[in-house]
């Protein structure tokens, strides 16, 4: 198993969101098992280090009425690290 991306990470947002593709922040983790009916092979597959990812905007303050701009369960395979 992989090892997660630390929270506060830079990364650049490459999915298939793509009015969303941009620069965020590593805020959180989610269980991709709460959101996808997924057998283990396709979780390991696709979330290699078990997790999901929460990323909320680069500079953007962090406050409830601006949630919906962050992304949630975003595979790893969906951003490149730019810092950490």
């Known amino acids: 198993m992989t090892e997660r991306v630390p929270l506060e990470t830079l990364v650049r947002y490459h999915g298939s969101i793509g009015y969303a ?27 290699p280090d078990g997790v999901a990812y929460e990323l909320w905007p680069d500079g953007m303050e962090r406050k409830f009425g601006l949630r919906d701009n962050a992304l949630l369960y975003v595979r790893r395979s969906s951003f490149t690290i730019l810092e950490g």
């Open 21 to 47: 593709h941009g620069d965020y922040r590593v805020s959180g983790y989610c269980d991709p098992h709460q959101r996808y009916d997924l057998t283990d092979s396709h979780i390991e597959e696709h979330w």
